[in-house]
C-alpha cells in the first residue's frame, strides 16, 4: 500500500499540494492530473525520496520497488537490449552473484543463487527485454546496436523499456508517451493494463487515461482528490459536482448552447464518410462533459479570415526529403476550403516532413508546390518555440502582429490563452514550454489563416488547455492538417485521415478507431515478408563494399551525432545546476532568515533562468535528434 496522510508540500514559497489524503492499493492504475505547476512532478519526486512533504506522513512500505522513467538521455557502448535488462536490479544481483561464485575455487551456494535465478524469471530475461524493444518499436536487429548509436527520442524509448523491465511494485510514469508514436502508444496501453503493481501516471493524453487508468487523482487548489473510473467518468462526475454549484450554471448553459451548435453544424456531414460519424459522436460528448470544463482559464476562438479561396494548396508529383535523403515520393495533394485533415503514421515516416513541404517548401526535392495568392498559413511547430525573443514579453510579441490594436485589446486577448496581470509584461525567457506553446498558439491565432498547418500542437499543453484548442478547432471555418498523437484532438476536429508510409501518402479510408488493427495487418505482412526473404537470402556485400557504405555512414552522420552530444552535454550540465538551485530553495531557512532575502531573491532568479536554458536545450535535442533520426 502507499498512502498520504494529510500531506502538504512546498517548492520553496510556492504552496503546492495542503493537507491532502488518499491512498492505493496494487493493482490500482491511477491517472494523476492538474494544470502545470500545480505538483504532479513535485509530488512523484516526495515517492523517489527527492522532497520531503513540509507536512502530514509518506506511508511506504521500505521493502517496495520503486521503477520510473530516467529523464538524463542514456549512453555508452553497451547494448541496447543489454541496458534495457539492467532495468532489473534483482537480476543483475544475482547475475553478479552467480558470476563471483563460478570464478570462486569453492562456491557451495551456487545452487542457492541459481534457484534464485529461475524464482526471478532471470533466464527468460532476455527474451523479455527484446519484447519490450518489439512493443516500442525497434526493430529485432537493433536489439544489439550499442545505446550511444540510437537518436535522442529512441534512447528514451529505451530508458521506458528499462523502467518497464524492473519487477517493481510501483511504478511512475511522467507523460510516458511524449516520445512515443500511435503504434507504441497502443501497444504501451496494453502492457499497462496488464501491470500487477501501483501504477501512477502523469499525462495529458485522454484516451491513454481512459485506456489505462482505473482512478484519477485530480490536483485542484493545493487538494488531491480521488476519482473512481477513468478520465471520461472523471469529466463526467466533476461536472456533475459543478453543475450543483448555482454560480456556475449560466457559463454552463452557454457553453452547452455553443458546443450544441458545433453538433448541429456537422451533423448533416454524417454521410460522408465513416470518419465523420466518429466525429458526431466525439462532439456529442463533448456536449455531455462541456460543464467539467466551465472553469477553465482559457477561452479562445479562431480569427475570422478575410478570404477563404477554394483552392488553398496542393502538391503535385512532388519528392520530399533532406539532401540526398528522400523520404516520400510521388506525392499529390490538394487542400480545399474546409478540408479537416489528421496525418497518421509512425514516428519517421515523413508526417513532418511532409507539413513543412505545405508550409514553406523547405523539403521539396522536386515537383510543384501550388499556393494561392489569397492563401494565409497558419504554422505551429515545436521549433517555434525557439524563435520567441527570450528578452521580450507576451505583450511585445502581440504588438508585432497588432500594432493597431489597443493595449487593452492586447490584455483581453492574452487574458484567453491565461496570460494575466503583470505576466503579459514580464520576459518569455523563464515561461514554462506550456505557457510558450500557448503564447506561439495565440501569436498564430491572431494572424487570421485560413489554413492552419498544425504539428503535435498539444505537446507541452495541459488539459484544460487542450480541451479549449479542440473547442476553438472545432468552431474554426478555415482549413487544417493536423499531426498529432493525442486521438482525442484526432476525432474532434478531423473529417479524414491521410496515412504516411513506406515513402508514399495514402487515404486513409476507415475511422481512427480502426488504426490499431490497420498496424497489426502491416506488421503481419512485414513478418511474412521477412519469413519469404529468409528463404531466399540476398546476396551478401563484399567486404570492401561494407567497409565503403559503413565509412559514407560514418562522414554522413558524424556531424549530426557532435551536434546531439553537444546539446546532451549542456542539457545534463544545466539539469544538474537545476537540481543544486531547487535543492537550495527546498531549506526552510532561508525564507525564515530576513537577512538572506537578497540571496533567495537570487536564487529564484538563476532558478527561473536556468529552468529556461533547460527547456530550450530540450527543445533543440529533440530537433537534432529528429534530424538524426531522419539520417540513420
Known sequence: MLALSNISLRRGSKVLIEDSSFQAHAGQRIGVIGPNGCGKSSLFA?????????????????????????????SGSGSAVDYVMSGDRELRRVQAAIAEGEAAADAPDLHVLYEQMEAIDGFTAESRACRLLHGLGFAADEYNNPVSSFSGGWRMRLNLARALMCRSDILLLDEPTNHLDLPAILWLERWLTRYEGILLVISHDRDFLDQVCTRIAHIDNRAINLFTGNYSQFEKLRAEQLALQQAMFVRQQKQIKHLQSFVDRFRYKASKARQAQSRIKMLERMEEIAPAHVDSPFRFHFIEPEK????????????LGYGDDIILDDVNLNLLAGDRIGLLGVNGAGKSTLVK?????????????????DTKIGYFAQHQLDLLRPESSPIDHLRDYAPDDREQDHRN???????????????VAPFSGGEKARLVLALMIRQGPNLLLLDEPTNHLDLEMRQALSVALIEYTGALVVISHDRHLLRSVCDELLIVHDGLVDRFDRSLDDYPDWLREQEERSDQAAAKWDDEPAKPLTKKQQRQEQAEQRRRLKPLQDKVRKVEKALDSNR??????????????????PSRKDELTRLIQDQAAVKALVESLEVEWLEASEELEHAT
Do not use: C, N, W
Not at 527527492?50 to 529523464?71: H, K, N, S, T
Not at 513541404?357 to 495568392?373: D, H, I, N, Q, W
Open 357 to 373: 513541404a505545405l508550409s514553406t517548401g523547405s523539403t521539396m526535392l522536386k515537383g510543384e508546390r501550388l499556393l494561392s495568392k
Open 308 to 319: 477563404q479561396p477554394q483552392q488553398l494548396l496542393g502538391l503535385a508529383e512532388a519528392t
Open 413 to 427: 486577448y492574452l487574458g484567453r490563452f491565461g496570460f494575466g496581470g503583470e505576466r503579459i509584461f514580464e520576459p
Open 46 to 74: 516526495m515517492f523517489l525520496g527527492g522532497l520531503e512533504p513540509d507536512d502530514g506522513e509518506l506511508i511506504l512500505d521500505p521493502r517496495y520497488e520503486i521503477a520510473y522513467v530516467a529523464q538524463e538521455s542514456p
Open 576 to 593: 544538474s545546476r537545476l537540481t543544486e538551485l531547487e535543492s537550495r530553495l527546498a531549506d526552510e531557512s532561508i525564507y525564515a532568515d
